[in-house]
């Protein structure tokens, strides 16, 4: 008997890609011993909403789309008590998540992975109690990019929109009075930016050590940078971060499985590259091992 799959397709996401090559993924499914059902979204929040009021009725709940639908998708598998398998086929402008597993951005080749796979195990975070995160929650300098950015002008330039937008943000930079508790240690300083990730590469563009970034270890990456006096410091946190060097100067990067950040005011904050909203404390919190995604 046929496996049951759960196919949400985010149309608007990669210029239509997914479905143009809808029928080709369907059938590769289909020989690889699962029956499809597709649902199509519409808007925010509907892959999340599919998933909690059908997920549990599947054997699979795969999604085509960029990063945004994986990370509305994972935030409803991370609900459900017993949450079926996860097939990704990535059709957006960066697939941070792809790139860290390794995932192909051929369609085809995405769907035979989820036919023919096997399932690794994968963290997600939980963002102030009620909401997820697949990859990434940030704030600061040029975090509004990813999600201020024009979708056609993504569609057209790729990662040099992020860039080209980053660029009209400089005269913003702002620095946020930060109190960020890691497990056991306290920081408090002036910040221009902070994340904390469980992914190898952030934006498309920075890719971390992959000898060091385990996506299952229960353990979030927490990176923080103080706030540049200087041009010269500006550009030292630059060559820092695209050198992924870490040690403790301007930037600096902990390991921890929980993570508070408290403000003096509210401080906007990404997930997954939307909008996360403003807040004064954030609290994060890593659910190990929370779901199995399909990997090559």
Known sequence: MNKRLMLIL????????????????????????????????????????????????????????????????????????????????PQGTTNDVASSLKLPKSPAAAARTIAWGKPVSLDVGRFN????????????????????????????????????????????????????ECDDEVISGDLVFGSVSNSRSLAGLVKLDTSTQELNDGLFEVILIKTPKSVLEMNEIVKDV?????????????????VRFTF????????????????????????NSAIKIMVN
């Not at 599919?50 to 009725?57: A, F, R, S, Y």
């Not at 609900?79 to 086929?89: T, V």
């Not at 950015?149 to 009209?168: D, F, R």
């Not at 040690?247 to 929980?258: D, E, H, R």
């Open 10 to 89: 985010n149309p608007s996401a990669g210029k239509g890609s997914g479905v143009k090559s809808l029928g080709k993924v369907l059938e590769i499914l289909y020989l690889g011993g699962y029956l499809p059902t597709v649902y199509f979204t519409g808007g925010e929040g509907d892959a999340t909403r599919l998933v909690l009021e059908q997920g549990h009725l599947y054997d699979c709940v795969t999604c085509i789309g960029g990063d945004g639908t994986l990370s509305e998708t994972v935030a409803g598998l991370a609900q459900l008590e017993s949450p079926p398998l996860l097939g990704y086929i």
């Open 129 to 180: 109690s009620e909401n997820y995160f697949t990859y990434i929650a940030a704030f600061g300098a040029f975090t509004e990019v990813s999600y201020e950015t024009p979708k056609e002008t993504k569609q057209t330039l790729g990662h040099l929109a992020y860039v080209l937008h980053a660029m009209t943000q400089l005269p913003k930079l702002t620095s946020y009075y930060t109190t960020v």
């Open 242 to 258: 695209l050198s992924r060097n870490f040690s403790g100067g301007q930037v600096t990067m902990l390991k921890s499985k929980n």
């Open 264 to 287: 003096e005011q509210p401080v906007k904050w990404t997930r997954d590259g939307e909008s996360g909203g403003a807040h004064r404390q954030v609290t994060l919190e890593n659910i």
